[in-house]
């Protein structure tokens, strides 16, 4: 067996899913597990391989690219580049043979989609057409779902991020960036936390839940969030957990979940310091 030695023709700077995908051997061979070195390459930026589980990659070259991806949940979540990646290849996706399954419908060309009440369109680029200019991280959930998801429908088997198998590796990025700060929001000001997230929930107040209040919200048709909030009650400080479906592991991957969570909690906070509150 040989290893890639001789490939190195990364750019500096932050990698990329492709800037990943060039440096790998490209024959798909399989040793390291994955059906193809993309497969490989996305599980990599997503922080749930390590390159050097590809044994046909120089060990130095995999060792100076690890340097360069650092913390799968410090980087650039803004996902201009993950989307130019997304997009190149988009228009190899069926838009009108994927509608239906994945809750949505074609009009002049586009898939629209509903996500947290609002209408969506994607264009056979992938290109995003919204009123809304809340959510624009929604885009790389949103193209990943239609390119991939496998149209499971929910059943109301509600289970917390950390225990969706799938998404271990992305446990304590999605306490850090995602509960912490919703406990945090709730905390300092449990009324408007609810009035805020209100404005974006399809329902309030769902059975079943031990939690003071809940919130069912819909970013993705077939990919539902609920939203539990327990007050702050004499020494103890408001609690917020957050569940998803676990048709979610069918539907989307663990990457696109936490990047979910990440918008909703950002949104959330930049709402709530809108109106004037300060954690
Ligand atoms: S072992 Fe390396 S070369 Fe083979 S499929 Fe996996 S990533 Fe590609």
Redesign the pocket.
């Known amino acids: 067996m040989t290893t890639r030695a001789s490939k190195p023709a990364v750019p500096g700077g932050q990698l990329t899913t492709l800037d990943i995908l060039k440096s790998?051997?490209?024959?798909?061979?399989?040793?390291?597990g994955?059906r193809?070195?993309l497969a490989?390459?996305a599980l990599v930026f997503q922080g749930q391989r390590r390159l050097e589980q590809?044994?046909?990659?120089d060990a130095r070259l995999a060792a100076e690219l690890s340097g360069r991806l650092g913390d799968p949940g410090e980087r650039d979540w803004t996902g201009e580049t993950l989307l130019r990646e997304l997009r190149q290849r988009f228009g190899e996706v069926d838009l009108a043979a994927r509608a239906g399954l994945l809750g949505g419908w074609m009009r002049d060309g586009r898939l629209v989609l509903r996500c947290l009440g609002k209408l969506f369109e994607l264009d056979r680029q992938g290109g995003l057409h919204s009123d809304c200019h809340q959510n624009p991280w929604l885009h790389v959930p949103l193209l990943r779902y239609v390119r991939d998801s496998a149209g499971v429908p929910p059943r109301g088997d509600w289970v917390r991020f950390a225990e969706l198998g799938y998404a271990s590796n992305w446990v304590p990025y999605f306490s850090h960036r995602v509960l912490e700060p919703l406990a945090r929001l709730a905390g300092a000001d449990s009324e408007l936390f609810c009035d805020v997230l209100e404005l974006f929930a399809e329902q309030r107040g769902l059975a079943g839940f031990s939690h003071d209040e809940t919130f069912l919200l819909r970013p993705l048709p077939l990919v539902p969030v609920l939203v539990g909030l327990n007050r702050a009650e004499e020494e103890l400080p408001a609690e917020v957990s957050v569940y998803f479906e676990r048709s979610a592991e069918r539907n989307l991957d663990a990457e696109s979940l936490f990047r979910i969570g990440l918008g909703l909690a950002q949104m959330f906070g930049r709402i709530a310091a809108r109106h004037g509150l300060r954690e």
Do not use: K
Request: net charge negative; charged share 20%.
């Open positions: 790998l051997d490209g024959s798909n061979c399989g040793e390291c994955e193809t070195c490989f390459a590809c044994p046909r990659l």
